[in-house]
C-alpha cells in the first residue's frame, strides 16, 4: 500500500519549486520573461512591412462598407398597393413557420391561465375586503 501512495504524492522537490504566494509567482513570471521583449515589439510596430500594411487597408475597407448612395441614385418606393401586398405576403408565410398547439394542449393552456386570473381575482378581492373592513373599523 505504501508503495501506490507515493506515486500519487509529488517528490519534495517539486513542492519547493513551485511558488506558493501570488508574490513569489509574480516574481517568476517576471524572471522568466525575455529581455528584450518590448523593445522588439516596439520596432515591429515602427516599420510595418508592405503586406501588413495591405491587410490593414484591406481590413479598414471591409470595415467600413459601402458608401452611401446619392439621393439621385435612390429607387423610387412602391406604391401603397404593392407595400401592403408585399407585407401580407410576408405575414402569411411567417405564419407558416409557427408551431400551432395542439387541440389537448390548447385546452391545457387556457385551464392554466383561467385558474391564474380566478385565483389573482381571489385574492385582490381578500386583500381589498381586509382593507376596507382596517378603514372601517379604524375610521368608523
Known amino acids: 500500500m ?3 501512495r507515493e506515486q500519487d504524492q509529488p517528490d519534495e522537490r517539486e513542492r519547493a519549486s513551485r511558488p506558493v504566494t501570488a508574490a513569489a509567482r509574480r516574481e517568476r513570471r517576471g524572471s522568466a520573461r525575455p529581455a528584450g521583449r518590448k523593445d522588439a515589439a516596439r520596432s ?14 484591406d481590413a479598414e475597407a471591409t ?26 405576403r410576408e405575414v402569411v408565410s411567417e405564419l ?3 408551431i400551432w398547439p395542439t387541440r389537448k ?4 393552456y387556457t385551464s392554466v391561465v383561467l385558474v391564474f386570473v380566478a385565483f ?7 386583500l ?10 379604524l375610521f368608523g
Not at 515591429?44 to 487597408?57: F, G, L, Q, T, Y
Not at 381589498?128 to 373592513?133: L, Q, Y
Request: no cysteine; glycine share 6%; hydrophobic share 40%.
Open 96 to 98: 407558416r413557420k409557427v
Open 63 to 88: 470595415r467600413k462598407g459601402k458608401p452611401t448612395r446619392a439621393r439621385e441614385d435612390r429607387e423610387k418606393r412602391p406604391s401603397i398597393f404593392a407595400r401592403l401586398i408585399r407585407y401580407v
Open 128 to 137: 381589498d375586503a381586509a382593507f376596507a373592513w382596517g378603514v372601517f373599523r
Open 120 to 126: 389573482m381575482v381571489a385574492l385582490v378581492f381578500g
Open 2 to 4: 505504501s508503495e501506490g
Open 44 to 57: 515591429a510596430e515602427a516599420k510595418p512591412s508592405k503586406e501588413a500594411a495591405k491587410a490593414d487597408s
Open 105 to 108: 394542449q390548447m385546452v391545457t
